[in-house]
């Protein structure tokens, strides 16, 4: 599968992202709206789960593109953030700085199977233990993504020319596997099958903590 570079795919769609991904998803906002401390939103893009807190939302992210508009809403909603771009498997924080973490939508995206376990082992660094963090991917066995391959390219069409964004379609087992494997303690899993939010309805979402 060729895959175009995502930084520049990402910075290129960043305008129209900004416009129609908007609505913030609703577990990560009831994660976060209440945590103090040092809270590590981790591939904030244009800070769309960005929301008011007792403590300090981290924005991190590689497209600068995305990092403008994030900076906008921090400023325009009066929200405490500190934004970085970075890599998500190259964290620029010392060990045990943060106080609880989201990362929603992001680790799917990475490119490259070592590159997606080091971003998380990352995350386990970062977190202070007893920390919990919300990471959430797409749900491979939601209908539209059942009979599609693990590794997928979607188009996004900005200024007349298609940007391909990579996707690795996780299944629960595999993802809940790899998370333990690393350290994590599952806290609690919302899938499709879960009555509970819209969201969990096309993805799987982890509450982890570090032990």
Not at 61 to 67: A, G
Request: aromatic letters at 12%; a positive charge; hydrophobic letters at 35%.
């Amino acid at each position: 599968m060729r895959i175009q570079d995502q930084e520049q795919v990402w910075n290129a769609i960043a305008a129209d992202w900004h416009i129609y991904r908007t609505e913030p998803i609703k577990e990560a906002i009831e994660f976060i709206e209440n945590k103090k401390g040092k809270i590590l939103d981790l591939g904030c893009g244009s800070g769309r789960n960005f929301t008011r807190t007792k403590g300090t939302i981290y924005g991190v992210d590689f497209s600068e593109e995305m990092l403008l508009f994030a900076k906008k809403k921090s400023k325009n909603f009066n929200i405490k953030t500190v934004l970085k771009r970075a890599y998500a498997y190259k964290l620029p924080f010392k060990d045990n700085f943060f106080d609880s973490a989201i990362c929603v939508s992001v680790i799917h995206c990475i490119h490259n199977s070592e590159k997606r376990e080091r971003s998380l082992r990352e995350l386990y660094r970062v977190m202070k233990p007893r920390a919990y963090a919300l990471i959430t991917t797409w749900d491979k066995n939601q209908p539209k993504f059942r009979k599609a391959k693990k590794e997928i390219k979607l188009a996004w069409k900005s200024d007349g020319r298609k940007q391909y964004r990579y996707y690795y379609l996780y299944e629960k087992p595999e993802l809940i596997m790899l998370l333990k494997n690393l350290g994590f303690k599952i806290s609690k899993v919302v899938d499709k099958n879960s009555p509970q939010g819209f969201h969990s309805k096309r993805n799987i979402v982890v509450y982890v903590q570090k032990p």
